[in-house]
């Protein structure tokens, strides 16, 4: 077991908590990571600067972050060039209203 209060906020420090393959794995390493934070890049930073799946505690660390501090703590460095930027922010409005905003139209579903 990893003790997390000792470990320094490095990638090595991040590969303590393993390589990320698995689910158990890849979230303590994104925890990790979001509760070292002080900003977002740096915190992204960490979760895929280690030697395992990295792209998996990458997008998990930023979705944590995401939700602590908000949009504005995303660099617009980061959402330049994101694909279907505009339908991802459009779907997050939505979500954030939940169900009783809803526009059953196009959400059929919901």
């Known amino acids: 077991m990893h003790d997390a209060s000792s470990a320094r906020p490095t990638a090595e420090g991040v590969e303590g908590f393993g390589a990320g393959w698995v689910a158990e794995e890849a979230l ?22 280690h030697s ?13 972050l995401g939700c602590l501090w908000g949009r504005p ?4 460095s980061l959402l330049t060039d994101l694909e279907l930027r505009d339908v991802i922010e459009e ?20």
């Open 28 to 49: 303590a390493i994104s925890l990790f990571c979001a509760l070292r934070a002080d900003d977002f890049a740096p915190g992204i930073r960490l979760a895929v600067n």
């Open 91 to 110: 779907l997050a409005e939505d979500l954030l209203g939940g169900p009783a905003s809803a526009d059953h139209q196009k959400y059929p579903t919901w």
């Open 73 to 76: 703590s995303i660099p617009e």
């Open 52 to 64: 395992g799946d990295s792209d998996s505690t990458g997008a998990i660390t930023g979705n944590i």
